[in-house]
């Protein structure tokens, strides 16, 4: 789920080359980027007003995931307590039958707006299509790794779905 420049970073530290982004967005291959998204995919979702239709309706419970939702190229990432499936429901009523919300797990950070809540969670909302199965399995065909080869490892339900493509 992380931004690109953010893993860029995390993985030289780790001796990596490699990386998966903005929940299946792109990867990067020794530094060559490969999109499954459009690199101004943030852009186009904003401008399409779907954050601001979960931000109004959710007030107090939703807001962005900053200083995290900066520099992003293809997600936004919020931050509350919703109902997931009635928010998805929320943005098909709005017209965005091209974007889909996930729950990207626990968030341990939040702003003093979100205060009453007892706990955090953090929420992608994304092309439709767009997810981190197909990320990986596009980056393992890029490389030419077989499910066998590849391990997951991850801290959130979004993340399970990755078992799916790999091989532990």
Do not use: Q
Not at 50 to 59: G, S
Not at 136 to 147: I, K
Request: glycine share 10%.
């Amino acid at each position: 789920g992380r931004p690109r420049a953010v893993l860029h970073d995390d993985v030289r530290l780790l001796g990596i080359d490699d990386y998966v982004f903005e929940a299946g967005g792109g990867f990067a291959i020794d530094d060559e980027l490969h999109w499954l998204a459009e690199p101004d995919t943030h852009e186009r979702i904003a401008a399409s007003g779907a954050p601001d239709v979960l931000l109004e309706r959710y007030p107090g419970r939703l807001e962005p995931h900053t200083p995290y939702s900066e520099g992003r190229e293809v997600s936004h990432i919020l931050r509350g307590r919703i109902d997931v499936d009635e928010a998805r429901a929320l943005l098909r009523e709005h017209g965005h039958h091209d974007l889909r919300l996930i729950d990207n797990g626990e968030a341990h950070h939040r702003s003093p707006a979100l205060a009453e809540l007892e706990a955090a969670r953090l929420y992608h909302l994304l092309p439709e299509g767009i997810s981190k199965p197909t990320g990986v399995a596009a980056h393992m065909r890029a490389r030419g790794l077989e499910p066998a080869d590849c391990v997951a490892i991850g801290d959130s339900g979004e993340d399970l779905t990755v078992a799916d493509v790999v091989g532990t």
